[in-house]
């Protein structure tokens, strides 16, 4: 791949633009060669880079919306002060990028205490049925965010109990930021 215009164009110079007749193409025709080749240096296609990361000027540019800034994402405190805040701009910024689901993501640990590359979820809908007007609306508040329920099975047990008894509850890892994949954001979570 081309770096720059200008190994672009010392790569038009060195080689010689001929028809199938042999003749030498016209100055015009060798120019639409060198937008071809410009075209493999474009950074037009990383244009959607970071929007599915909740970070940065993404986070902002939602915070703003509710009142707060970026910045509060810096401090983990921010799930003790801000939880409801930074919900509602998950919750805007999830549904337009078109997620409807969330899941609190994990690594378990395996009986030995290593992990082995696998990761765990449970996946909920960001939406409630209102049993008034018989409408779905969206709910994603703090208390999703910053918490969550493991799956029991997705825990080795050794025998020693049930999976159905052998769920935790995870907190939200404030280190890692949340992302977006698909129709889901993930929450990455400790247990």
Not at 5 to 33: E, K
Not at 63 to 82: A, E, R, V, Y
């Amino acid at each position: 791949m081309l770096a720059t215009s200008t190994a672009a164009r010392s790569l038009l110079r060195a080689t010689r633009f001929t028809s199938s007749t042999g003749r030498t193409l016209a100055p015009a025709t060798a120019q639409t060669a060198l937008s071809a080749i410009r075209s493999f240096a474009s950074i037009e296609p990383y244009a959607d880079y970071g929007k599915s990361v909740f970070t940065g000027r993404v986070a902002d540019e939602y915070l703003k919306k509710h009142g707060s800034s970026g910045d509060i994402l810096s401090d983990p405190s921010w799930t003790k002060t801000h939880a409801d805040t930074v919900a509602k701009a998950v919750l805007d910024w999830a549904v337009d990028r078109g997620a409807n689901t969330y899941c609190h993501w994990f690594q378990p640990m395996a009986s030995s205490g290593v992990r082995h590359g696998q990761t765990g979820q449970v996946q909920n809908m960001m939406m409630k049925f209102n049993r008034t007007t018989n409408d779905v609306e969206f709910d994603f508040d703090g208390k999703m965010l910053i918490k969550g329920e493991t799956d029991g099975s997705s825990y080795p047990n050794g025998g020693l109990r049930a999976t159905h008894q052998a769920g935790g509850y995870l907190a939200i890892d404030t280190s890692s930021p949340i992302f977006l994949r698909g129709d889901t954001v993930f929450i990455p979570s400790a247990f």
